[in-house]
């Protein structure tokens, strides 16, 4: 009598299986299948100022960036953005690995005839995203070591094309705007190195290198632009075209002396340097059009700059904006790059993701270049190495979800003549900002600050004092609660660093044969495999 019933009940009992293990291998098969990885394309400028982004200063209705603002009118404008040092390799050495140049090793600027450049014990962004399978390429400007295990194309990427440091790191057959002027390459010439005099490096000719090797030695100047441009269309176009997720990493020589902007600019009313950042704004532009045609909602753009202007430039650097670091300036002295006042810290940033990122969002977060890397791997689901510490943030919230949580404190490090290089001695939290040494740039005309060390730290509320004029007065509650909380942190993180397990020492020395040269046999190190 029990058998019919107990063959329903099987029945059940076997519907009921078949159906759970449907619902699971639906539920899992809709984990397992990869979402789609966002592309992401990061464009870092050059020595470019706060207020050279139109959109940072609307009251000037000045329309030099409008492709940017357009980004930031459909996206997302960062105005308490930092670059992470305020020269040039210890600022992309911490973008790319998140950590402060006292962890990666890279405190001041890599040379000409560096050996080394960024110690190999650390880990870039693009490494990480490259073992994910993402296509990874770098265009411009690198400054981390360009000899053999140092090259881009050993740090992470795939493919590079640009300059292994500073434009005005060697000479070229038609120099672009310098201050001083500087000559063209000599033709001929009995040694290799360079030889500075009056802030020109003359003899050595600017090489643009291509992976590992060097394709045109001097490169031109006034054609790179469109070199750039037309190798990031084909990155953008090509991974797309693979289906593959990409990163493109594009460090412009917009906007570091020389200036090379096309014709007739050097002759327009609007002056070099203005129509050098429109050319910028405008290749900025090109490349959002062709992620837009290529992968529209699945690419996010990061556009910021590496530190502000060379202000003993003068008439060839940008603007700081309200910046301008009265303190510093009053007494002489840049209050600029090389310096941790606003203007040589506080940069443009722009992040646009049609789809992802609210259109004509404003975040006064304080946020840093090295926060870049934490969000990156966020984005695309990837957990950073946890042999090491950290110094970046993820940013996603304040990028997708209108959050503005910040950084609670974050350290500047000297990045100029003042003091032991990458020491962290000025600190922000919150509105203020400590400063334990100042003095160490050059002014446009030629004055330089004096190193000045500050015990007790000059306080200064940049809510109420945006031109850093005034310090709060010592011996104020304002005062001590602040210099206390700040002393504490800085405390903390010293500390932090001195007991982290993965603590990188870069190799600074300099040799002859380490210049990078196509062809050693020539005196002047000249040649051209693109003709
Ligand atoms: C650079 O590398 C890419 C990708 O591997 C390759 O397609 C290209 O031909 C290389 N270029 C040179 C000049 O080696
Ligand atoms: C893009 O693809 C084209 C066509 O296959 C190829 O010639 C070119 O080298 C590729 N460019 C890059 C930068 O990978
Ligand atoms: C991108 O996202 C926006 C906003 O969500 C949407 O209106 C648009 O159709 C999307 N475009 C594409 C090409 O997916
Ligand atoms: C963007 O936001 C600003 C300030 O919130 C507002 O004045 C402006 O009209 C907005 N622009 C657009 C295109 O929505």
């Not at 960036?65 to 992470?84: E, I, R, Y």
């Not at 003068?314 to 203007?343: D, I, L, P, R």
């Not at 002047?524 to 003709?531: E, S």
Request: proline share 7%; net charge negative.
């Amino acid at each position: 009598m029990f058998g019919p019933k107990m063959s329903d009940f099987h029945i059940w009992l076997l519907l009921v299986w078949v159906l759970l293990w449907t619902l699971m291998l639906l539920t899992a098969s809709h984990e397992v299948k990869p979402a789609k990885r966002p592309n992401f394309i990061i464009i870092l400028a050059d020595d470019m100022g706060w207020g050279d982004l139109d959109a940072n200063q609307p009251e000037r209705k000045s329309n030099n960036t409008p492709n940017l603002n357009l980004m930031a009118a459909q996206g997302l404008k960062m105005t308490d953005f930092h670059s992470p040092a305020s020269t040039c390799s210890p600022s992309r050495a911490a973008i790319l690995t998140g950590r402060y140049g006292l962890r990666n090793g890279v405190t001041h600027n890599f040379a000409v005839e560096s050996v080394a450049g960024l110690p190999l014990s650390e880990v870039t962004f693009p490494q990480l995203l490259q073992k994910e399978g993402y296509y990874t390429a770098m265009i411009g400007k690198w400054h981390l070591g360009h000899n053999g295990p140092y090259r881009p194309t050993k740090r992470g990427f795939d493919y590079y094309l640009g300059i292994p440091y500073s434009n005005d790191m060697g000479c070229t057959d038609k120099p672009g705007y310098n201050l001083p002027k500087c000559p063209p390459c000599e033709s001929t010439g009995s040694h290799l190195m360079r030889s500075l005099h009056g802030g020109c490096y003359s003899k050595l000719a600017l090489p643009l290198i291509e992976n590992i090797s060097i394709v045109e030695q001097p490169l031109d100047l006034w054609s790179l632009t469109d070199q750039y441009k037309s190798a990031a269309l084909q990155i953008i176009h090509n991974a797309s075209a693979r289906g593959q997720p990409y990163l493109l990493y594009m460090a412009l020589a917009h906007m570091h002396v020389p200036l090379a902007p096309p014709p007739p600019a050097g002759a327009a009313s609007e002056g070099v340097y203005t129509s050098s950042l429109k050319e910028m704004d405008s290749l900025v532009g090109t490349i959002r059009s062709a992620s837009d045609d290529t992968d529209k909602n699945n690419t996010l753009i990061w556009f910021t700059g590496d530190n502000g202007p060379w202000e003993q430039k003068c008439q060839y650097a940008g603007s700081v904006g309200s910046f301008t670091g009265k303190w510093q300036t009053n007494k002489g002295g840049g209050s600029a790059k090389q310096t941790t006042w606003e203007g040589g810290h506080r940069v443009p940033a722009v992040a646009y993701w049609p789809g992802r990122i609210p259109e004509n969002t404003s975040s006064s977060a304080l946020l840093s270049g090295m926060d870049i890397f934490p969000t990156l791997l966020s984005l695309a689901g990837i957990n950073p190495p946890a042999d090491r510490r950290y110094d970046g943030m993820d940013a996603t919230n304040v990028l997708l979800h209108q959050e503005h949580m910040g950084h609670e404190f974050l350290f500047h490090p000297n990045s100029g003549a003042a003091g032991q290089f990458g020491d962290l001695q000025t600190v922000r939290a919150g509105k203020y900002k400590a400063f334990y040494i100042t003095g160490g740039a050059e002014a446009c005309g030629g004055t330089t600050g004096r190193p000045q060390l500050h015990d007790p730290p000059l306080i200064f509320d940049l809510e109420r004092d945006t031109a850093e004029e005034t310090p709060l007065q010592v011996q104020t509650p304002e005062y001590l609660a602040v210099a206390q909380r700040i002393a504490r942190r800085r405390e903390e993180l010293l500390w932090d660093i001195a007991t982290d397990k993965s603590v990188s020492t870069a190799d600074y020395r300099k040799e002859e044969s380490a210049a990078p040269c196509c062809d050693r046999r020539q005196a002047v190190c000249r040649c051209n495999t693109l003709d």
